[in-house]
């Protein structure tokens, strides 16, 4: 790789918002596994610190040899329900504990891995973890939480389903960095950078570096200067450009994997917006013509734009992975926020979107009052898009305040409007629990 082109891009773009959001350094904890569920605590911390000890410090000497930010430093581990499984404890919180505790010692933003895999049943680890969820998330500061409910091979576990709509329920009475601190997915990746659902795949090697990088504001510049163009110019302009963010990516990767003597795992290709004027990717879609964010049209320009930035992404670097494509969270773009302050973007027509972007209904507040069978029936109508359609669909809510509120996050999760969630019942639907069958597609082999 030329180290000045790199330079020269960056020199390019510098006025663009452009960063790399995160390096996340993945951790098995599989060599944790202890019955004694404090020894098992200790021995996650130890190794956590042991492992990620020097990631704050690599992180800030490349991003200081670049030129450019690297917004968050992070680790993701082993699914906890895993681990906590071979114990007798019929709460985890411990574990979270330990993991909080590695993650201040170490500097990082967030760990993620507090997290279950339940797309095709409970084994006993998992429903403890889900239980324990609430009060775990309440002790701890920087842990992240995940529950995989779906997967086109399985199907959709309903009875997770309406577990975790309670468990959101049960959150939302506490603090509201709870709910923005769990994700419910369906066909979950084992190498996601991105939190709060990020976790290390038991399929991945021992300690890995992914990294995700961002630049919505980098592409819109690019797409002011072909204003008016057709799609075949759209097309390819965002191509050039998801190449050049990528490379950086892979640079970053790999002298992080060096420096830190890890494998190098991934480059997420994601278009992750901030709150910050500039760094939005709802302003991209306007850029290509639509008045507003969530008008006709949405979802087809919604959809040119993920699958451009994958081919441009995915020449520029050694192993592309995690989510990859453009994340649409609400509270943290400014753009989605106006548009649903204005009234033109609803969330009937995010789930529409979700069709076709890298997750799902991420960063939305919705009424407190919401039940939780509403809630589980939001995670089903996405968990099914998921499952249908062979992609990560996920749910990332929280219920607080009244419709037309704003909830104050700040940071890079901004503010979330409270949006309107229709009132009709689906107690019915979520109490029936059992799975949902996989789909016809999903037997190959």
């Not at 690297?70 to 681990?83: E, F």
């Not at 601190?181 to 996601?192: H, I, M, P, T, Y």
Request: charged letters at 20%; a negative charge; one cysteine or more.
């Amino acid at each position: 790789m030329d180290i000045q082109n790199i330079k020269e891009t960056i020199a390019m773009i510098e006025e663009q918002n452009f960063d790399i959001r995160t390096i996340t350094m993945g951790i098995s904890l599989l060599d944790c596994i202890d019955a004694d569920i404090d020894k098992a605590a200790e021995k996650i911390y130890q190794k956590i610190v042991k492992k990620a000890g020097k990631l704050v410090e690599v992180g800030n000497e490349i991003g200081h040899e670049l030129g450019i930010k690297i917004v968050n430093k992070r680790v993701s581990v082993t699914p906890i329900a895993i681990i906590g499984a071979a114990t007798a404890a019929d709460d985890y919180t411990p574990l979270a504990l330990a993991m909080d505790r590695a993650a201040k010692e170490i500097g990082i933003d967030f760990i993620g891995g507090y997290s279950a895999l339940v797309q095709k049943g409970y084994q006993k680890g998992d429903e403890i973890l889900i239980k324990s969820m609430p009060k775990a998330l309440a002790a701890t500061e920087r842990v992240c939480a995940s529950v995989n409910v779906g997967s086109t091979k399985t199907g959709i576990n309903m009875t997770a389903v309406r577990d975790m709509g309670e468990t959101i329920k049960i959150m939302s009475k506490g603090d509201k960095w709870l709910n923005a601190k769990l994700v419910v997915f369906a066909n979950a990746v084992e190498d996601n950078p991105f939190m709060a659902g990020a976790f290390h795949g038991v399929g991945e090697a021992d300690t890995i570096i992914n990294v995700g990088v961002s630049g919505p504001g980098v592409v819109k510049r690019a797409l002011e200067k072909v204003r008016g163009a057709s799609f075949d110019v759209l097309a390819e302009t965002i191509k050039k450009t998801a190449f050049k963010i990528t490379r950086i990516g892979q640079l970053v990767g790999q002298m992080a994997s060096e420096r830190l003597n890890v494998e190098f795992g991934i480059v997420d290709l994601s278009l992750a917006p901030t709150p910050a004027i500039g760094d939005s990717v709802a302003r991209v879609l306007e850029e290509m013509g639509l008045e507003t964010v969530g008008t006709h049209g949405t979802t087809a320009a919604l959809a040119m734009l993920n699958d451009a930035v994958k081919k441009g992404g995915v020449m520029a670097a050694e192993r592309v992975g995690g989510l990859s494509g453009a994340f649409i969270p609400v509270s943290e773009d400014e753009g989605m926020i106006a548009a649903v302050n204005s009234g033109a973007l609803n969330i009937e027509k995010l789930e529409a979107m979700t069709c076709v972007c890298s997750v799902g209904l991420d960063m939305i507040a919705i009424p407190e009052e919401t039940p939780a069978s509403t809630i589980a029936a939001m995670i089903a109508d996405e968990a099914a898009i998921g499952v249908i359609n062979q992609k990560t669909t996920a749910v990332r809510i929280i219920p607080m305040g009244k419709e037309g509120e704003q909830i104050e996050f700040g940071g890079l999760f901004g503010v979330a409007p409270v949006m309107r969630v229709n009132k009709a019942s689906s107690a019915d639907f979520i109490a029936r629990g059992g799975q949902i069958p996989a789909p016809i597609h999903s037997f190959k082999n």
